[in-house]
């Protein structure tokens, strides 16, 4: 049997482009459905042909991380899946709590697959009696008075934000003199730190539309 190489080189994390760190899930995405369909190897060709992303690219973006595959044979799915998702931190098991549990956090932790991309969801928090001392898809609501108390002694990865513009800025300063270092922010401001060590994934709904308006537009 062939195997497949995994990484023999790896790279500084700093000379890895953006861009390049983008299309990373697009790739791990790719690769679970083909592991879901039984595909047992793949070339870069036919893997570009499925992404609409040229094999030069893909052969390109897969350098950065160490030498994958083999010459006549491709890619092995499954061991070029569990690698990037090692590269992504899929197995890593990072925490997470979500604050705001309104329309679009009920929706997020009802739905989104946070296990399957490496994330637990330890807790939640709001302000609506509504809402605290409930569950939502396993996950407990706690008061937003609670939340200092709760990071001080947990391990938290991550904080979803999913609350009003308007206090956005300030919950993520209150977090990060917390020890919060990873934020995902559906607010839809961008909300920005001076540490290098916090990192922070700013989400626009509007932006994904508007560049489908732009297409429609000049089809």
């Known amino acids: 049997m062939i195997k497949f190489w995994l990484g023999v080189r790896a790279l500084k994390k700093e000379n890895v482009s953006d ?3 983008r299309r990373l899930p697009r790739y791990y995405r790719q690769l679970t ?4 369909k039984g ?7 036919s893997l570009g042909q499925e992404m609409n992303i040229t ?3 893909i052969r390109q973006d897969l350098s950065c991380f160490g030498e994958f595959g083999q010459q006549g044979y491709g890619y092995n799915v499954e061991e070029l899946h569990t690698e990037i998702g090692r590269i992504l931190g899929v197995d890593n098991d990072h925490h997470l709590v979500m604050i705001g549990v309104g329309n679009l956090g009920h929706a997020l ?10 994330f637990t969801v330890d807790a939640a928090f709001d302000i609506s009696p509504a809402v605290t ?7 407990p609501i706690y008061s937003m008075d609670e939340v200092d108390a709760f990071i001080r002694s947990h391990s938290v990865d991550v904080v979803v934000l999913t609350i009003p513009q308007s206090i ?6 209150r977090l990060i003199a917390l020890g919060v270092r990873g934020f995902w922010n559906f607010t839809n401001v961008e909300i920005t730190s001076s540490r290098p060590d916090v990192k922070i994934e700013n989400i626009h709904f509007a932006d994904s539309l508007l560049t489908l308006s732009y297409r429609i537009a000049n089809r």
Do not use: K, M, W, Y
């Open 55 to 57: 094999a030069s690219q």
């Open 19 to 21: 861009a390049v760190i």
């Open 39 to 45: 595909v047992v190897r793949i070339s870069s060709h």
């Open 133 to 139: 001392g409930t569950r939502v898809n396993g996950v």
């Open 109 to 118: 932790l009802q739905n989104f697959p946070f296990a399957q991309t490496g």
């Open 33 to 36: 459905e083909l592991c879901a």
């Open 168 to 173: 956005a800025q300030e919950t993520a300063d």
